[in-house]
């Protein structure tokens, strides 16, 4: 079945050290989202991509969308200690058997030292 | 609007006990889906209604587990009995069929220890 892939599962980094987290799909999908979960909350929304190449940023954060619509990447630049928490990937397919369910990755825990 | 609303917020209970775990949807969407969250599996879908109408069970653990939509705005996942490995957070999530993201709005989420 259709997998998404994410990692580094843990990431400890020192509060202004930049933060990659990549997400790999076995299918090519029709967008891709990312969640943020803090810790002792749930995920929330933070972004969707859709087109091949697509690049978008809000503040520190840059999203990338492969060109292929199979990976995507999620950069932190300058992290603060607000940015701990859970970030997960998820993709969605059009047309899929499942119609309607995302697929979520495992997510990658980010903890920042101040 | 209120976001989806889960109940209740915590549950303790001794091993054996059933145990129901409530769900109201963002209104107006006709997707709703059952999370589990625990430290070694992870996010896990359990189970996903489209219009109150189960769509992909194959994430329900066994028998013990059952999910239902009686109506739009309602949903409850039931474990009897429940067992120890059973402790971790559930989340329920809603969306919009309409919608082409397919965004899903989480609730605060329940968590729940069986002891």
């Known amino acids: 079945g259709q997998q998404v892939m994410q990692i580094p599962q843990y990431q400890h980094v020192q509060e202004g050290e930049d933060f990659t987290t990549y997400c790999n799909s076995s299918?090519?999908?029709?967008?891709i989202q990312w969640y943020k979960q803090r810790p002792g909350g749930h995920p929330v929304f933070l972004i969707q991509?859709?087109?091949?190449?697509e690049v978008k940023k809000q503040k520190r954060l840059t999203f990338q969308f492969g060109e292929a619509k199979k990976n995507s990447s999620l950069h932190i630049t300058a992290t603060q200690t607000t940015d701990v928490g859970t970030y997960f990937c998820?993709?969605?397919?059009?047309?899929?058997?499942?119609?309607?369910?995302?697929?979520f990755g495992q997510g990658t825990t980010l903890q920042v030292k101040p | 609007d209120a976001g989806v609303i889960q109940s209740p917020r915590h549950e303790v209970t001794e091993m054996g006990q059933e145990v129901t775990l409530r769900c109201k949807p963002i209104?107006?969407?006709?997707?709703l889906f059952w999370y589990r969250q625990t430290m070694m599996r992870g996010l896990e879908l359990l189970i996903y209604?489209?219009?109150?109408?189960?769509?992909?069970d194959s994430g329900m653990p066994e028998d013990r587990f059952s999910a239902k939509m009686p109506n739009a705005s309602f949903s409850t996942l039931k474990i009897q009995p429940s067992e120890p490995r059973d402790s971790a957070v559930y989340f329920c999530?809603?969306?919009?069929?309409?919608?082409?993201?397919?965004?899903?709005?989480f609730g605060p989420g329940t968590r729940l220890l069986v002891l």
């Open positions: 998820a993709g969605y397919k059009h047309g899929s058997s499942n119609t309607g369910k995302l697929i």
């Open positions: 299918t090519t999908l029709s967008n």
């Open positions: 991509l859709v087109k091949s190449g």
């Open positions: 209604f489209n219009n109150n109408v189960p769509i992909d």
């Open positions: 999530a809603s969306s919009l069929a309409g919608a082409f993201d397919k965004t899903q709005y």
């Open positions: 209104s107006g969407h006709d997707y």
